[in-house]
């Protein structure tokens, strides 16, 4: 049964339930001057301005509705107010039956975080840059492991790299959301597997009961050699032009300092990326091993493999330490 959010489209953007399609009741500025209404002249007032907005507008809403080819619709609004329920006696108007959502989109979004803090069978992927923990954890997946995918959701790969080939990050509410969709397919008694992040991906941040909940997880090291890892980053990286990764290398010059960073900037520009990530690499390394000193010794298994080990032969292995 499709879902329909009947919000304004920023209320929309802004996080709606996974899988919902909007048909906005109120346009942004309408739902504004609607709320001007009602704090200035009251209830009675703003009810008839949004009767005003919608009268003209009351064919195309139900040309919508009918558009998703259903009989039965799942609708809400922020409260679980008068916007789904007038939208949704509107659209029983052409014999579509509608359930409106008890307490809108508030009760959802208490609903996620209670879900996000529930205690899980969590298993962390860890490993230095370019250890292949995303590849490693899709393969868990077709093993028919539990797996979520962070930096799927959050559309970044956890790095000033990490938006490039990517589509424009979700907004923190919504990460949370799609996060909470994820969560509900997963049974918990069962391990759960997720990689390694701090605890910002890109501009989002892990929502904090997840994050207290990973940073005490059983954790897998994965002890991949360097080479490995440094094919693997050029093939991932390498097709994207320099100039782009010039300019993602550029916001580390803090963290690189001045002139490591010119120089990764100059030999990424003259093609020479080998060099380039390699100057990275020796950062990064060193980040994920200041950050990696901050887990508790007693929940780590470190696993070593030689460079001619497979990522179905990783997963087995990774599977094999399920505590």
Known sequence: MPIVDVRSPEEYRRGHIPGAVNIALFSDEERAAVGTTYVRTGPREAVLQGLEFVGI???GLCESALALKSEQLR????????????IAR???????????????YKTFRRAVADEIAMQRKLYILSGYTGSG??????????????????????????????????PPQPSAEHFENLLFAELRKTDQTKPLWVED????????????????LMKTAKTIQLQVPQSVRMARLLKEYGS???????????KLEKRLGYERCRKAIELCLAGELRQAAKILLDYYDKAYELQFSMR??????????????????????VM????
């Open 57 to 59: 507008k009351m064919r």
């Open 75 to 86: 609708v809400y609004c922020m409260r679980g107010g008068m916007r789904s329920r007038s």
């Open 90 to 104: 509107l659209f029983e108007t052409v014999n579509i039956q509608c359930m409106v959502l008890e307490g809108g």
């Open 133 to 166: 923990k995303t590849e490693i954890l899709n393969e868990l997946k077709k093993k028919q492991q539990q797996v979520i995918d962070l930096e799927g959701l959050a559309c970044n790969k956890g790095s000033v790299f990490g938006a490039l080939g990517q």
């Open 197 to 212: 992040e701090s605890a910002n991906i890109g501009k989002l941040q892990i929502p904090h009961s997840f994050f207290n």
């Open 240 to 250: 994207f032009d320099c100039t782009l990764l010039a300019e993602s290398i550029r």
């Open 296 to 317: 508790v010794p007693e929940t780590v298994i470190q696993l070593e493999f030689p460079a001619s080990t497979s990522v179905a032969e990783i997963a087995e292995r």
């Open 320 to 323: 094999s330490y399920e505590l």
